[in-house]
């Protein structure tokens, strides 16, 4: 369920220590985040001010203003008083992080070199820089610039000894069987993704693409992790772990961000959570013994296994043994004993037919092993 602090208050007693959940907590972000419980989150996600130091209006050629951030909430004294508020909300968000815990926080040149030293001094363990290239930058309209085409993330552990989640598998698989480099190319937010108010404008002047989110969680939670927000805006945090089965904690203090994030929240339908489970590494994958495949009925004793070629038989016994030749043993030594091998990847060597099709038991395991990353999601 979807809600404000205020209509979650209620029920704060009976939930105790419990996270408020899938809820955008209304208020200061530090003073939020200090009323969380410690050590309760697995991963944050923070675009906060810049800090752009804007000192007057921008325009375009044809003299038509530039729609660029001059909220209030982005202006501050000095730098000292940006450094102070920049130190006590990465403060207060490393005492919400689980020990295993990590942070993204995303800026550009006027504040990520700022946000960069702040992290370090507080002792967050920097893993990666990432540059977002934008594919439709703003122009440099007075000409006396290079173009700002990029913005800055930063991946940083809670600790040096923090065991950070990285879905590595996964993101190889989603870049072509390619290790995923650390830049990425995605285009600014706009088009029906861009919320616009009644009089057609944006609602808010920063909002961030879905796909620069969904790459970040899917490369760096699983499945039920809790991710904060704390400067979440419209909700594209939210949005994006709300469809990719992890839960959300926002924390917004404009009233008409989190009404429109509301909103947009609601509309969300998760994905099917049989498409959720991230590739993995095989040697990362839980163990799965052939014998379970026997006790859980996918393999019935007395079925025939081949190898490839349909040169070797073997029949599976109750007890999760193959016999093959007069040799009896674990799929891994029948096949090596059938072949006159050292050594046999049973996994791979043997196939059922399915309706004339070979399919290695290796199929089977897997359709285990999406079972067991469910159950324990």
């Known amino acids: 369920m979807l809600r404000t602090a205020r209509q979650a208050a209620r029920s704060a007693a009976a939930e105790g220590a419990h996270l408020p959940l899938d809820t955008i907590l209304i208020g200061d972000c530090i003073e939020q985040m200090n009323a969380l419980p410690a050590g309760s989150v697995d991963l944050i996600f923070a675009d906060p001010p810049y800090n752009l130091q804007l000192e007057q209006s921008l325009t375009r050629p044809d003299q038509s203003k530039v729609d660029a951030v001059d909220d209030a909430w982005d202006k501050f004294e000095s730098f000292a008083h940006y450094d102070a508020f920049t130190r006590a909300w990465l403060a207060a968000a490393r005492r919400l992080l689980k020990p295993d815990g990590a942070l993204w926080v995303i800026g550009s040149y ?68 390619t290790q995923m480099r650390s830049d990425w190319l995605f285009p600014l937010c706009t088009g029906a993704e861009r919320l616009k108010d009644d009089a057609d404008g944006k609602v808010h002047p920063t909002q961030k693409p879905e796909a620069l989110l969904h790459r970040i969680l899917m490369a760096t939670t699983k499945l039920g992790d809790v991710v904060l927000d704390p400067f979440f805006g419209t909700g594209t945090t939210g949005a994006v772990a709300r469809r990719l ?58 079925a025939e296994l081949v190898d490839a070629a349909r040169r070797h038989t073997a029949i599976v016994r109750a007890d999760g043994s193959l016999s093959a030749g007069g040799h009896v043993g674990s799929i891994h030594r029948v096949g090596a004993l059938v072949t006159g091998a050292e050594a046999c990847n049973g996994w791979t060597f043997w196939h059922q037919d399915r309706d004339g099709r070979l399919a290695p038991i290796d199929e089977l395991r897997a359709r285990v092993r999406a079972q067991m990353a469910l159950l324990s999601a």
């Open 110 to 177: 006027h504040n990520i070199f700022r946000v960069g030293t702040a992290l370090q001094d507080l002792d967050y363990w920097l893993l990666n820089d990432v540059i977002w290239r934008k594919a439709n930058p703003m122009p440099n309209f007075r000409g006396t610039r290079f173009t700002n085409a990029h913005e800055t993330l930063i991946w940083a552990a809670r600790s040096q000894k923090s065991r950070v989640t990285f879905n590595y598998e996964a993101m190889k698989a989603a870049n072509d069987d």
């Open 245 to 302: 089965g992890r839960r959300f904690i926002g924390i917004e203090r404009d009233e008409v961000y989190a009404a429109a994030a509301l909103k947009r929240l609601a509309a969300i339908k998760p994905a099917p959570l049989e498409t959720l489970t991230p590739a993995t590494a095989k040697r990362q994958a839980p163990r799965v013994a052939f014998g379970v495949l026997v006790e859980q009925g996918l393999i019935a004793p007395g």
